[in-house]
């Protein structure tokens, strides 16, 4: 238990489908990220929010848009994904964006297909 | 760029040491971090290197050189469930994002 917390742990959905996947931290952090895994590639982050407000965005196509209501909860809204998109999605957590002396604090993931 | 690099693989004996390498090119550096991550699991901290030399902690070591752009980690006294990917992951600025390697798959066999 890392006390971070992401829902659904699999998704299948087909090219045409939105869903959105879901974190919660329990640990009074200010930042948070959004990470792609790809089987035989390194992470790769996506989305970074400080105090509710992005921060980065790693040059991700627009089918995947973020959403951080507050410091707690991070949101990743998926709309006409393709093949490639399906991997392990992976957020996680830090006292601040830099995370300089602290590190992250990683959810278990949602493994995401798409058909 | 930036490129950090990792063997892709690793098997080592249960009761043995490992020395997992990192080598990194980055455009700057503030610090390097280790994770474990076990199939199906998040990855968890493992260490942090900010300066030159050695960091012990229980089994878990890491050991960094800045000038030489090389970490590693060294596991001693291994156990059958320290069979995880480990990666390395480096942070150019204290603001700035952490960059991972493609990780090492390390297989503990008895």
């Known amino acids: 238990e890392t006390g971070v917390t992401q829902t659904p742990r699999h998704l299948v959905m087909g090219m045409t489908n939105k869903k959105s996947l879901k974190c919660e931290q329990h640990?009074?952090?200010?930042?948070m990220y959004w990470y792609k895994q790809s089987a035989k590639k390194p992470l790769e982050l996506m989305f970074v929010?400080?105090?509710?407000?992005?921060?980065e965005n790693n040059s991700v196509p627009s089918r995947f848009s973020p959403e951080c209501p507050n410091s707690s909860h991070l949101f990743l809204h998926l709309h006409t994904l393709q093949p490639e998109d399906s991997a392990l999605y992976l957020c996680?957590?830090?006292?601040?964006?830099?995370?300089?002396?602290?590190?992250?604090?990683f959810g278990e993931g949602s493994r995401l297909t798409v058909l | 760029g930036q490129n950090i690099d990792q063997p892709t693989e690793m098997t080592a004996t249960e009761g043995a040491i490992v020395q997992i390498n990192c080598t990194y090119q980055?455009?700057?550096?503030?610090?390097l971090f280790w994770y474990q991550q076990h199939a199906g699991e998040a990855p968890t901290f493992l260490s942090y290197?900010?300066?030159?030399g050695l960091e012990e902690k229980g089994r878990f070591s890491s050991f960094l050189s800045r000038s030489k752009g090389y970490s590693y980690l060294l596991l001693k006294e291994l156990q059958m469930k320290d069979s995880a990917s480990y990666l390395c992951?480096?942070?150019?600025?204290?603001?700035?994002?952490?960059?991972f390697g493609p990780g090492t798959s390390l297989s503990v066999i008895p």
């Open positions: 996680a957590s830090s006292q601040d964006r830099g995370a300089g002396t602290g590190e992250l604090f």
């Open positions: 640990l009074g952090h200010n930042a």
């Open positions: 929010y400080n105090f509710k407000e992005q921060t």
């Open positions: 980055t455009s700057g550096f503030n610090g």
């Open positions: 290197n900010v300066l030159d």
């Open positions: 992951a480096v942070q150019k600025t204290s603001y700035d994002k952490v960059i």
